[in-house]
């Protein structure tokens, strides 16, 4: 019989992190986020013209619609950055294309 306090308990918040390592899923798992990430930050106006979004270490490729949100977005690369990095609480993002 086991007690409430023992030190058997293992956090799972801890064991579902060394399982997505172990499988390797991490990258995607951070691509996932920084899909969700890009709807709720950028808002739905530029989600609509966003084609294709692909993440891969550190790059965060994105293709546009519309050639004048592509200039704008082309010169906010830094700002959308810094903006996906500080919701992710780290450095993810190191580079924003913009195609």
């Known amino acids: 019989m086991s007690k409430i306090g023992s030190s058997n308990f293992v956090d799972l918040?801890?064991?579902f992190k060394a399982m997505i390592k172990e499988m390797r899923l991490d990258q995607q798992?951070?691509?996932i986020k920084i899909h969700q990430l890009w709807?709720?930050?950028m808002g739905n106006f530029i989600a609509?013209?966003?084609d294709k979004l692909y993440y891969h270490k550190g790059k965060l490729i994105v293709y546009v619609n519309?050639?004048?949100l592509k200039q704008e977005l082309f010169?906010?690369?830094q700002k959308i950055c810094q903006?996906?990095?500080d919701k992710m609480n780290?450095?993810?993002v190191n580079e924003v294309i913009i195609k």
Request: charged fraction near 25%; charge should be positive; glycine fraction near 4%.
């Open 83 to 85: 903006r996906l990095n």
């Open 29 to 31: 798992m951070d691509s």
């Open 39 to 41: 709807k709720s930050e």
């Open 13 to 15: 918040n801890h064991v």
């Open 48 to 50: 609509n013209k966003t």
């Open 75 to 77: 010169m906010a690369r």
């Open 66 to 68: 519309s050639a004048v």
């Open 90 to 92: 780290g450095t993810f």
